[in-house]
């Protein structure tokens, strides 16, 4: 994977649906990719080529993140794709926050 496009595909290819959220004059904000498991979900928000963010958040506290990452699109894209499923391991399945009582990396 080379491009944010091939990325993209990627996601779709493995199920994560895509919306768009338009700002106040009607142009393209931010894209955001959602991908459900059983008792997880994996969300993407993507604010342009060279910013995204992504996490997984437990079904029954989707404030609480079991991983995250912060950073340019195409890497954001490649860690949530190397992100192996919940339940298998070594994927995160508990929460953690820090020092400022928001997810952080992993």
Known sequence: MTTVE???????????????LDDQRGELAILVG??????FSDR????????????????DSAEEAVW???GGTLSVI????ALPPPHE???????FADDRGRGGSR
Not at 34 to 39: H, K
Not at 44 to 57: D, L, P
Not at 78 to 81: F, G, R, V
Not at 89 to 95: G, L, M
Request: hydrophobic share 40%; no cysteine.
């Open 6 to 20: 091939e990325g993209l595909h990627a996601l779709i290819a493995r199920g994560f649906r895509f919306q768009y």
């Open 34 to 39: 959602t991908y459900g498991w059983p008792a």
């Open 44 to 59: 993407i928000e993507i604010h342009g080529e060279h910013e995204a963010s992504a996490v997984r958040t437990r079904a």
């Open 68 to 70: 995250s990452h912060r």
């Open 78 to 81: 490649a860690a949530l794709l």
């Open 89 to 95: 391991p070594p994927a995160p399945d508990w929460s």
